[in-house]
């Protein structure tokens, strides 16, 4: 049965070298939801958690670079968005849906192994702040709805996880303070765990959300670089408006730029056009707490595909010095998506580089999984080769471990478990035979539970 991840702005693929400001494609909106929450002011328009096919004949696509690269030996990086005609995020596209050409000629994707890098084989960190309003007026019957809910973004029916790889979870609460319950974690146990001690109001409070703002949005800067990627966002509940004034809307407002922010109002006290101006990824107004389940899983859609939306595509690139004056090493590279319906300037990414000091592209390993577990939790690792004429399907892994900090299970000839057993540092090898005996080394830190 295949596993569906709930929350998680999930892997991604996103680097550069501009600003969060830069590259913030979100809407100031309303998002339609099931079960009586406000309808989108464009109903006609998709929304971001709406499944997209890969793009054919007459698909829109707008590509926007974020990143680009041209490294020694001779390995051509790119990282950038996909979005269709009204900046909805476009997850889902695969390798043999670009084109890419080096002076207009097209580059063939088996002679330099041209593809979409998977998600999870990026420094990637995704992280998500999730605010809980615990003031006076949220009575503890709904407080139990409101962690419920959360609870149900963290792991499934039996208790497993449903965090995706390299997501981590942070949890606060707020009234006139604010309060941290659980720092980013990956471990979806912990975090339930954290949940629980959640306790309602015990004297008169009130409702600090603009501080709640500017608090959770500082928790993060999301980081566009070939070396790390960071991605974050905020979901902020509340039952009424800011009647601390401790903070202007104003101060509130200019924190969510470049930022992810989602808003759930509930009941007849909040204000809607407060909550949509705050609430730039999305803004939901919800008749009673029963709803907020439903508005999760659609954020959490939402927040997959946005994700998604980003790719790192790399390839090794064939050419080399040229004859001549160094000059003639200049190539012009352009990007683009096979039968695009968008013919504008955003339909193709272009730059150049200089091939002159290019050479052989060897074989490369590279493991995926965390880098951090806790104790007595587990992680997937997988292996795979880059750059390797044929490829591989077994991998020879070692482990060694400071004081038997971690044990180790193989699932298959391209993936095994780590468990933590212990605090301390493993190092993992994987070894191809079949590419020269290339190997690589990865490095797991076990923290107490």
Not at 261 to 275: F, I, M, N, Q, R
Not at 368 to 375: C, R, Y
Request: glycine share 6%.
């Amino acid at each position: 049965m295949k596993k569906i991840y709930t929350l998680g702005l999930m892997y991604l693929m996103l680097l550069g070298a501009c600003s969060s400001e830069g590259i913030d494609r979100n809407r100031e909106r309303e998002t339609a939801a099931p079960g009586g929450l406000l309808l989108d002011d464009e109903p006609t328009t998709p929304t971001l958690g709406s499944p997209i096919n890969n793009p054919g004949p007459s698909q829109y696509v707008q590509l926007e670079k974020l990143n680009f690269s041209a490294e020694l030996p001779a390995i051509i990086s790119i990282l950038f968005r996909a979005t269709d005609q009204y900046d909805n995020a476009l997850p889902g596209l695969q390798t043999n849906d670009f084109v890419v050409t080096e002076d207009d000629l097209p580059v063939s994707s088996t002679e330099t192994s041209l593809s979409i890098v998977p998600h999870n084989e990026l420094p990637f960190s995704l992280r998500t702040v999730i605010m809980i309003d615990i003031s006076s007026s949220i009575l503890p019957s709904d407080l139990l709805k409101i962690t419920d809910a959360v609870r149900a973004l963290l792991i499934d029916e039996t208790g497993a996880s449903t965090l995706i790889p390299q997501q981590e979870i942070a949890l606060y609460t707020f009234d006139d303070t604010i309060t941290q319950i659980n720092g980013f974690s990956s471990n979806a146990q912990s975090l339930v765990s954290s949940l629980d001690s959640i306790q309602a109001a015990i004297a008169i409070t009130p409702t600090d959300l603009y501080g709640a703002i500017i608090t959770g949005t500082a928790q993060w800067e999301d980081s566009f670089d070939l070396n790390q990627v960071t991605q974050g966002s905020l979901i902020v509940v509340t039952d009424g408006s800011d009647t601390a004034g401790k903070h202007t809307f104003e101060d509130a407002q200019a924190a969510t730029i470049g930022k992810s922010v989602y808003t759930l109002g509930v009941g007849e006290d909040v204000s809607p056009a407060v909550l949509r101006s705050l609430g730039r990824s999305g803004s939901f107004t919800l008749r009673n707490f029963d709803q907020l389940r439903d508005a999760f899983q659609t954020i959490a859609g939402q927040v997959v595909d946005t994700a998604n939306s980003f790719y790192y595509l790399h390839y090794a690139s064939p050419k080399r010095r040229a004859e001549g004056d160094i000059a003639n090493s200049d190539h012009e590279l352009e990007l683009s998506i096979v039968d695009n319906a968008n013919t504008t300037a955003t339909a193709t990414i272009e730059d150049t580089f200089n091939s002159a000091e290019f050479t052989n592209v060897n074989a490369q390993v590279v493991v995926s999984g965390p880098t951090q577990l806790d104790t007595l939790q587990s992680g997937t690792y997988r292996a795979r080769t880059r750059w390797a004429p044929t490829p591989t399907s077994v991998y020879r892994w070692e482990i060694t471990s400071d004081d038997g900090a971690c044990a180790m299970t193989v699932l298959s000839d391209t993936t095994i478990t780590i468990t933590g057993v212990a605090p301390g540092n493993c190092t993992l090898s994987a070894t191809d035979p079949g590419a020269g005996n290339a190997r690589t080394w990865f490095s797991v830190q076990i923290s107490p539970f």
